[in-house]
């Protein structure tokens, strides 16, 4: 009975497994805060945006060793670069849907905010999602924040979602359902109820690329251009955006 339902389990045990990486890593990195502070380490007292830079790489570090590098030492099974879409480097045809990906993205996600917010009272459009960064002065902090926001998080993100997760599920399940799971785990990590809709559409956009082409980095084309376009508004030219807000 239990090795009928072993891949459904599996289905429901591989978001879980990605999930409980990150809050382990998470548990790491505030757990050597704590020490860093106890013994008042002046490691602490660094710029707060390097500081967050610091905590932000190191967690997503540790999160990848738990998830590709425990299933290795446990059961001796390597995740293969094919596996997660990583095998090859992207191809001009992959790098040029990347503006019919964002405009598809953005129609998608338009629609979806317009839906919540006419369907759901307390639904707030204008929440805004908490970055972990503010009152830039400094031109490396400028410099960090592009880094994390428009470089790092989203390879990250797509190795972990699109490539380990997505991965995973579509040979399990309909592809419908992996994209669905996929894309919204991947808005229930991004908190705010907007920006949650808003990832949910990014995802399923990014899932439909990564079964398309077979290969990742559309996708990670896609989620650097969308966070270098949130990076030039939220961080370079505010008041633009509140021009567009009126």
């Keep these: 009975m239990l090795q009928k339902y072993s891949k459904w389990i599996e289905f429901i045990l591989i978001p879980i497994w990605v999930i409980a990486c990150f809050f382990a890593a998470q548990a790491i990195i505030l757990g050597i805060v704590w020490l860093l502070s106890f013994f008042n380490s002046p490691l602490l007292y660094i710029d707060d945006t390097l ?3 610091v905590i932000m790489a190191l967690t997503y570090g540790i999160t ?17 670069k094919s596996d997660i879409g990583l095998d090859r480097l992207p191809t001009w045809s992959e790098i040029l849907i990347t503006p019919a990906g964002l405009i598809v993205y953005l129609i998608a996600s ?3 905010i317009t839906i919540a917010s006419n369907l759901i009272p307390a639904f707030d459009a204008n929440q805004v999602q908490e970055v972990g960064f503010s009152n830039l002065n400094q031109q490396y902090e400028y410099i960090l924040v592009f880094i994390i926001l428009v470089v790092l998080v989203p390879f990250f993100e797509e190795i972990l979602f699109r490539g380990f997760i ?10 419908w359902l992996a994209v669905i799971v996929t894309s919204v785990l991947f808005g229930v990590m991004h908190g705010a ?3 949650a809709i808003d990832t949910v559409a990014l995802s399923v956009v ?11 980095w559309p996708s990670i084309l896609l989620h650097m251009t969308k966070n270098a376009i949130a990076y030039y508004f939220l961080f370079i030219n505010t008041s633009l955006l509140t021009t567009l807000g009126r």
């Design 51 to 53: 500081l967050n830079f």
């Design 64 to 80: 990848m060793l738990f998830v590709f590098l425990l299933p290795w030492v446990i059961k001796k099974h390597k995740i293969k």
């Design 166 to 175: 997505f991965g995973k599920l579509k040979k399990i399940a309909p592809i």
């Design 193 to 195: 109820w907007n920006v």
């Design 110 to 112: 338009s629609a979806l």
């Design 206 to 216: 990014l899932c439909i690329l990564r079964q398309l082409t077979g290969s990742i």
